[in-house]
T-cell receptor
């Protein structure tokens, strides 16, 4: 069964202090690895899909990378509006559902 | 607005009751997925429909059922409700039959918060 583990569970950073979130996964044939952002009481908002090891994608202050066992979400010079829970999920070739990690709750302090 | 519409936004009901949650997918999307999010378990996959047919099933209780109608909207029916069913219920849709959901991934609605008292 696919498994996704995210660390840390929570992270507090000063504004401008760069850091990385980790997503470790085991999957029987990776179809795609997904990053989502979720604000309290809202639905997850799509950020990136990564398909193969070595792939990188960027969006504003966020950069996602992928290896065969884990993915990192790098946050450069974060702002308070980047505060949210970041979710990682995988899909395999055997079915079409997403398996999610429990997320990293990120707080950026002004 | 993600394009996926869920109603109602909030629902409070008593144990033993039955409720129906509704989801309208993003225009053109054929697949609908239902997820449950509780505080201690994160997002759990319940069921997927593709173009009216059940495509995949997750850890969905026998008390729960779903369907997708010809206009592609979907309903999730929850019956004999228990306190532990209190959670956020999300619907997501994707452009393709599934897979990676295309370049936009899976698009989620804003959810229905169910409280069972």
């Amino acid at each position: 069964e696919d498994q996704v583990t995210q660390s840390p569970e929570a992270l507090r950073l000063q504004e401008g202090e760069s850091s990385s979130l980790n997503c470790s996964y085991t999957v029987s044939g990776l179809r795609g690895l997904f990053w989502y952002r979720q604000d309290p009481g809202k639905g997850p908002e799509f950020l990136f899909t990564l398909y193969s090891a070595g792939e990188e994608k960027e969006k504003e202050r966020l950069k996602a990378t992928l290896t065969k066992k884990e993915s990192f979400l790098h946050i450069t010079a974060p702002k308070p509006e980047d505060s949210a829970t970041y979710l990682c999920a995988v899909a395999n070739f055997g079915n079409e559902k997403l398996t999610f990690g429990t997320g990293t709750r990120l707080t950026i302090i002004p | 607005d993600s394009g996926v519409t869920q109603t109602p936004k909030h629902l409070i009901t008593a144990t033993g009751q039955r409720v129906t949650l509704r989801c309208s997918p993003r225009s053109g999307d054929l697949s609908v997925y239902w997820y449950q999010q509780s505080l201690d378990q994160g997002l759990q996959f319940l069921i997927q429909y593709y173009n009216g047919e059940e495509r995949a099933k997750g850890n969905i209780l026998e008390r729960f059922s779903a369907q997708q109608f010809p206009d592609l909207h979907s309903e999730l029916n929850l019956s004999s409700l228990e306190l532990g069913d209190s959670a956020l219920y999300f619907c997501a849709s994707s452009a393709l039959g599934g897979g990676t959901g295309g370049r936009y991934g899976y698009t989620f609605g804003s959810g229905t918060r169910l409280t069972v008292v």
